[in-house]
């Protein structure tokens, strides 16, 4: 089973992009966890470009078509989404690959609400599955946290095991359904 993460802060010391590199550290065998690290490449969304072979682009629809989930932990902007993960969402909203894609949200931020739920309402507009049971939020704000350091933090690393168990369980259910 393939999961991709993306993480939509760019920020070097980015929670965010922590608790992904600790997800793929915590990954239990069968996960296969790839960390895309592309969205800060692509260009700014521009429906006129989207017949255009832009290899940033190309790239993020060709990992999303292989996955068979997607993680998503962004920042909280100005009650907002980020724009670099809103811009790499609008890339993929005329696509098919983000159809029906199963989606676990990472919050790192309990406090950040807006964007948690901005981020429910894109995804579903786009037709993402949202796995609630795998949708976590795990206070990492002003903990000074690195990916070692979350996956090393007792309860937080159990959190993020949970979702990941709970994410795998929801899409092999989902798969077999499907094959039905
Ligand atoms: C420009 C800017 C605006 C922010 N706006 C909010 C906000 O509206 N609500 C909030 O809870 N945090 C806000 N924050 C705090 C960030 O969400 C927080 O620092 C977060 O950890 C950033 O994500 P990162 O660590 O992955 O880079 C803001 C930070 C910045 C730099």
Known sequence: MRVMAISGSLRKLSYNSAVIEAMSLLAPEGIDFVVYKGIGDLPLFNPDLEDRHIAAVEDLKGELAKADGLVVASPEYAHGISGVLKNALDWLVSGEEFVYMPVALINTSPRASHAQAALREVITTMSGNIIEEASVSV??????????????????????????????????????????
Request: aromatic share 2%.
């Open 139 to 180: 206070p990492l704000l002003g903990s000074g946290l690195d990916a070692d350091g979350i996956a090393g933090h007792v309860e937080i690393a159990q959190a993020l095991v949970n979702s990941l168990q709970a994410f795998s369980a929801a899409i092999a259910l989902n798969q077999e359904l499907n094959n039905q």
